[in-house]
């Protein structure tokens, strides 16, 4: 049975489509559904089937509890670069991570995750030093990657605004 906020919703995509498009309109629900909460708490609870969205706990404040780089990866960078580093394109164009020379100016890497760049997002606002040199040290020695001189948490400190430590 459809939840009654649910089926609005199915009675405008029907309205909407001229009742032509069951297939669309069902995916549209399916969604809409799974991006509801109960949806997230229900798969996490199915113990039966292990899943990708199920297994990563994503962090609850407006700052990152991940502190490992490929946790900090799979929590902040990997719905747009991707898990392989390949980039996407599609509603936007994200770039590949994956063999980018770009990376090997370590004050690079550490500019755009502290200031963002174009449409990506200052997402180091919400780390430490710590984590955002954690993440750009996994990104330059992952995915074809092989840059060997870590960013230090003094070189990210360095390029904040005002030099202050987080």
């Given at each position: 049975?459809?939840?009654?906020?649910?089926?609005?919703?199915?009675?405008?995509?029907?309205?909407?489509?001229?009742?032509?498009?069951?297939?669309?309109?069902?995916?549209?629900?399916?969604?809409?559904?799974?991006?509801?909460?109960?949806?997230?708490?229900?798969?996490?609870q199915d113990n039966s089937r292990p899943t990708a969205a199920a297994s990563l706990?994503?962090?609850?404040?407006?700052?990152?509890?991940?502190?490992?780089?490929?946790?900090?990866?799979?929590?902040?960078?990997?719905?747009?670069?991707?898990?392989?580093?390949?980039?996407?394109?599609?509603?936007?164009?994200?770039?590949?991570?994956?063999?980018?020379?770009?990376?090997?100016?370590?004050?690079?890497?550490?500019?755009?995750?502290?200031?963002?760049?174009?449409?990506?997002?200052?997402?180091?606002?919400?780390?430490?030093?710590?984590?955002?040199?954690?993440?750009?040290?996994?990104?330059?020695?992952?995915?074809?990657?092989?840059?060997?001189?870590?960013?230090?948490?003094?070189?990210?400190?360095?390029?904040?605004?005002?030099?202050?430590?987080?």
């Amino acid at each position: 049975m459809i939840e009654p906020s649910l089926r609005s919703s199915a009675t405008l995509m029907n309205a909407t489509a001229g009742g032509k498009s069951r297939l669309g309109a069902t995916a549209v629900l399916v969604l809409i559904a799974l991006s509801t909460p109960m949806a997230t708490v229900a798969l996490a609870q199915d113990n039966s089937r292990p899943t990708a969205a199920a297994s990563l706990a994503l962090s609850r404040t407006a700052t990152f509890a991940e502190q490992s780089g490929d946790e900090l990866f799979a929590n902040a960078c990997q719905a747009c670069h991707m898990v392989d580093g390949k980039g996407a394109v599609g509603a936007g164009s994200y770039p590949a991570l994956a063999g980018d020379s770009n990376l090997q100016a370590a004050g690079y890497p550490v500019g755009v995750v502290v200031h963002g760049l174009r449409s990506m997002p200052a997402v180091g606002a919400m780390m430490t030093d710590a984590q955002v040199a954690a993440v750009v040290n996994y990104v330059r020695t992952h995915f074809g990657n092989a840059y060997p001189d870590a960013v230090t948490v003094e070189d990210v400190a360095a390029a904040r605004p005002g030099f202050a430590q987080k």
